[in-house]
């Protein structure tokens, strides 16, 4: 039988096992991968932890896949299907959960995987990188505005960072003293979290924040709506659609499309964005992927390889 790395209830780590599992079947218009790289992301142990992005009511048959983006190999169609073929190299996100050997894609938000295109670096493009494209599309600030980005050191933040940089915009990243290094070499200057951050970030932007991207929520996502020339150019992936309102912006709106990921493997594969994956796990080693992220200590990506 397959393998798959599951969560039994809602709770902490200790709710996880790495279990045999049905092979799934497709529906009309879904795919059925033979999954090859698997993302993993800060969403996938809040979700296990109960936390319920919107649209989902929460209600799941148990045990539940994690997972929300790979890559690998169709292995059967769904009804109406006809963009896909069996054999074709593809990545998107999941249905049926992405820490398995397969996975339900719908063809909605799946895309063809170039063949110069790994598919370690395939499984880092739907939920993090693709969410990043959106928060800087959405802001739409134009060449030579300066971008706040709280989290820059994650895998979202990293790609937000890059992707901005390929608009054009200069960009102020917040991360921890451990990861300026990596911040910087994406391009950002960096900001040191931590107290007095956005004083900080008022001194390396003397004239001003055109635009925050933030990632992280909370206190730091109030600091932020005082630095912003104009919340309406305050938008966050980090934090309850209520929590963002109270303070003018808005929360990232997903296009969740196959020409976004489309546009991230063009970026992939022009230089302009960097997966920065670093940290590979093998599948029966799930639980490791989920903890380095879980812990804050991945910077940049952190993927499952399965190996076949």
Request: zero cysteines; glycine letters at 12%.
């Amino acid at each position: 039988m397959p393998k798959a790395y599951v969560f039994t209830r809602y709770g902490g780590p200790e709710t996880e096992a790495f279990v045999d599992v049905d092979r799934p079947s497709p529906g009309p218009g879904q795919l059925l991968v033979a999954v090859r790289a698997a993302g993993v992301n800060p969403v996938d142990w809040k979700i296990r932890s109960g936390y319920r992005r919107p649209g989902d009511s929460g209600d799941r048959a148990f045990p539940a896949v994690l997972g929300s983006e790979i890559s690998g190999v169709v292995a059967e169609l769904g009804e109406g299907v006809e963009a896909f073929a069996v054999g074709d190299e593809v990545f998107g996100n999941t249905l049926s959960g992405g820490y398995a050997e397969y996975a339900l894609v719908p063809v909605v938000i799946a895309a063809h995987k170039p063949a110069e295109l790994s598919h370690l670096a395939a499984a880092t493009l739907p939920v993090a990188a693709a969410t990043a494209y959106d928060g800087v599309r959405q802001l739409d600030l134009p060449p030579g505005a300066t971008l706040l980005v709280t989290g820059a050191g994650g895998g979202v933040g990293a790609a937000a960072v890059q992707i901005a940089r390929a608009f054009g915009l200069r960009v102020v990243g917040v991360a921890s003293e451990g990861k300026r290094d990596f911040v910087e070499s994406l391009g950002a200057d960096h900001v040191p979290s931590g107290p007095d951050w956005g004083e900080r970030a008022r001194a390396a932007a003397p004239d001003g924040i055109d635009g925050v991207y933030d990632l992280v929520g909370g206190e730091v996502l109030a600091e932020a709506a005082e630095l912003v020339t104009d919340r309406t150019r305050l938008i966050t992936a980090g934090a309850p659609e209520e929590d963002v309102r109270r303070l003018g912006g808005t929360r990232v709106t997903r296009a969740r499309n196959a020409a976004v990921l489309e546009e991230l493997a063009r970026l992939v594969l022009k230089g302009d964005l960097d997966p920065h994956i670093t940290g590979t796990f093998p599948l029966d080693r799930a639980d490791e992927a989920l903890r380095a992220v879980e812990e804050g200590h991945a910077r940049g990506k952190t993927v499952i390889e399965v190996v076949r």
